[in-house]
């Protein structure tokens, strides 16, 4: 999997946080060979409780304080972790706080996200989003879209999720 995964949250006044760029890499030895399972730190299932199963090597620093992120895979799904104060569906304003996960998991692509209420983001040098997934931090709406042709559209199905506190499973 050679996907990078930039996580972006939009607050209530419609300001751009949270950012992190993740890069798995294919076999860090070097070799042709694939790795072994035990040599994949990544590379596991976990359950979608809203309980942290992730590896301690998978949870990555994001660029807003009390936030991180955490990402690993087996050979059906992409999982993706996100903790912080504003994913709590009780928190201030939850109804108008979103977080969205953009990926690129393919040549071309968008190097911009969809714009959410005057804001949109321009991703780093090398990075165009095939996919994202926006998360109303209140729980009400998870949705998964496409970039086709310059345009963001709505896709199925839409990602299973599980929240447990400040703790978010896709």
Excluded at 59 to 69: D, L, R
Excluded at 80 to 106: E, M, N, Q, R
Excluded at 133 to 148: E, F, I, M, N, Q
Aim: proline share 6%.
């Amino acid at each position: 999997l050679a996907a990078l995964a930039s996580l972006v949250g939009c607050g209530p006044e419609g300001e751009m946080h949270m950012h992190i760029d993740a890069r798995p890499f294919l076999d860090a030895s070097g070799d042709a060979e694939p790795d072994t399972p035990s040599q994949q730190p990544y590379r596991h299932a976990i359950a979608l409780d809203g309980v942290d199963d992730f590896a301690a090597g998978e949870q990555f620093a994001t660029t807003s304080t009390s936030f991180a992120a955490r990402i690993t895979w087996d050979d059906q799904k992409l999982y993706i972790g996100y903790s912080g104060p504003d994913l709590t569906p009780s928190t201030t304003d939850a109804g108008t706080k979103w977080l969205f996960v953009y990926l690129d998991t393919a040549a071309g692509g968008e190097a911009q996200s969809e714009q959410y209420n005057t804001q949109r983001a321009t991703f780093p040098t090398g990075f165009a989003a095939d996919y994202y997934v926006s998360y109303k931090c209140d729980g009400s709406l998870t949705r998964l879209h496409h970039a086709s042709s310059g345009t963001w559209m709505e896709t199925t199905p839409s990602p299973q999720i599980a929240q447990a506190g400040t703790l978010l499973e896709l």
